[in-house]
């Protein structure tokens, strides 16, 4: 058990009279409950081309060319002259979430989407879909390439792979194609190129098309590194040639498996050591529509006949990564394999529909059969497709959730028909029932041997909610939190930061201190290709050739690999700093419209610290978005982006009064931003007019503090603002009217568990200080005798709670292991600013 008790010494001065203190009380004679040994999982789904341009290791976009087939289940609304067509499923617009480059102008599908012409110098041909000649019905379309004439030219088709092909000198590559011909005799050319045209690789021959489909295979070998290359194939004479399925894979995948894995972010991944691994979604196993769900036996088989599917993130979806490479990967990691299906309902936050309850019997057919593939015997009709891949044994899928996100009416009687099957069938499986979205009251009876929860809130939240489970009811079935990650509240598009991961570890340290009822937690989403976000953060970043993991990476990393076997009581007495004033730059904005800013003034102790003159200059304004400019004496922002700042002052400035005239232009959007105490990457604002217009209020890093105030501005219309800072009491004025009083409590915070590592005999202990100043910490511990005279203590620290890595700099903020003097049952240890502290020391 923990407990966080805080005193502050606090005289009246914002002067820190004694640094800050803590003594830890553990007991090690009072065992918590026991964590389940695969507690700590990761969740893997299909969004942010995490799988298809990420784990999966294909590198040709749109290898069957079958991105030329309209969404599933949308019907093409045309365009009226002014607005393009649309492929809609009810209100649901797929090109909403097709941020990639799937339509032409007019809305209608492109052929060759992320395919190109090469035709260079005299040559003369064309490239064209085509549906006769199917390679598989699967797949009904191919490429077909018609060769009028090279002349002295060359005459081909490129792939730009998934945001760059990527190459590394020295490294080897395996091309295959399929190809047929008509009246074609000469041979291909397969390369990779760079944007120059220079070949990166040592380009290679292929002969003998002939009139019937066959697979080519070659090696490529890189000759420099590239990461935004293109793959190159042109043909040697005249003729008719057809291509379907071309696919260039690195030759080294992770464990070397063919249709593998790339090994740099699988091993991300396997380094986890995760307990168990849930797949493949999420919103992508409830699709857009009901077309769109995903059906796992699209998924395995040969390649060719895999069905590929309009995911819900906006991009089709190969299945290249299947049911059986999904198993196959949990294996090779040791992770337990936590099947998600669709249960009869498509995603509520798209196009929400229902299997009618009396056509439920093929979604009850496929969860059956999905774990007949999985573990039936090799000689039942699925497990003997799983043995003719490779694996007659069983890959012992024992959970599996039935639906995602479920709605509160709809989804009970269908999540109830799904699981008296599957229990019926095979008791022996655990049951999982996604509750993220249901009332209990509305459930009705849903049995189920653990609830899923999501949760995806701001570093406070996570925080503050620490005892989240202390009261559940224990009669209640136990819970898995399967999507959990800070997403908003960081600071940072990205997420993953410093702060983030300091929060979420808070909340894990609950989940074990309530591990009788949590017993599995994984973050989402997990992975990201920097080119390929579909609106969501990764807890790892990759392009075509590097990677990197977040800060949150390291800490989920840090708790899985240092999961007691038991927590022990541990108790509190925290003496936090004397909280610091507000200190930081003064800035002006707007969000999702325009606005006006004049007469800006920044006073301290009746000094002027700034005073505008637009007419003048903008001299020492920094904008940080948006779009600014001078208009008649005012400084204007005039994008309708989100979140378009521009900062002036220095970050040292604190007690200062800001005074100036501004007001909203044109009725759209919000009204308007005014920020102060910006330090680094976090600041304040007040958000005037905010929340569509609806309400003023004071936030820190977007989460708001104090209480709004619900209000409307008017537009065009000038405002007198005034905003007061005296140490950490910010005072706000419109029109000379107060609208806020808030003294911001102190930010500071400190976590701490204990628990038993019964393998090791070593005590465990963790602690997370969410503070800018070190916290000395006494550590107190009884109920062991015997200590180790030296203890491991790893560090994940940065210089702010902003900080994050990334590609430029990926390893900013990592754990750094020292030792520390453990002298006996009372020592000491100086627990970092900004800090997550793991101690590990043998002790009996
Ligand atoms: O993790 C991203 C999405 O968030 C998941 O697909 C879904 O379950 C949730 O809404």
Redesign the pocket.
Known sequence: MFRVSSLLLWLGCATPLLAATVSIHINATNPGPRLNPRMYGI?L?E?NHGVDGGLYAEMIRNRGFEDAKPPEGFTFRPGNGTRPGRWMAGQYDAEAFGHFDYFNPDGTMKDFPFWSLVKEGAAQGSMNLDTNHPLDPAGPRSLRLEIDDLGSGRLGVANEGFFGVGVAAGKKYSLSFWARGEGFSGPLTASVEDSGGVPCVQPVILQGVTSQWQQFHATLTAAKTEAKARFVLTAGARGKVWFDMVSLFPAETFKNRPNGLRPDLAQFLADLKPGFIRFP????IEGGTIETAFNWKDSVGPLPGRQEQFGPWGYRETHGLGLFEYLQFCEDIGAAPLYVGFAGETCH?RDVKDVPLEQMGWVVTNFLEAIQFANGPATSPWGKLRAEAGHPESFHLNLVEVG??GQARTFPPRYQLVHAALKSQYPDISYINDFSFIRRSQAGAEPADLEDN?Y?QNPDWFMTHTNLYDDRDRKLPPVYDG?VAVTSGDNSDTHGTLLSALSEGAFLMGLEHDADVVKMVSY??LLANVGGRTG?HGMIYFDSLNSYATVSYYLWKLFGLNRPDYTVAANLDYHPDAPAAIIGAVGVGTWNNSGEFKDIRVEKDGRILYASDFTKDTAGWRAEGGSWSVVDGAYRQSSSREGSLSYIGDETWSNYTITLKARKVGARGEGFLIAFGKKGGDKYWWNVGGFGNTQHDVELNQTIIGSPVRSVLEANRWYDVKIVLAGRRIQCFLDGQQIHDIQVPAQDRFFANAGRDEAGGELVIKAINVSPNPVSSTFHVAGLSQFAAQGDLTILSSGRLSDNNSMADPKKVIPVTSRLNIPGDTFTCEIPANSFTLLRVKAR
């Open positions: 969740f789904e969004i979604g999420g919103c992508v936050f995602n996100e999501h995806y999507e989402a989403p969501w």
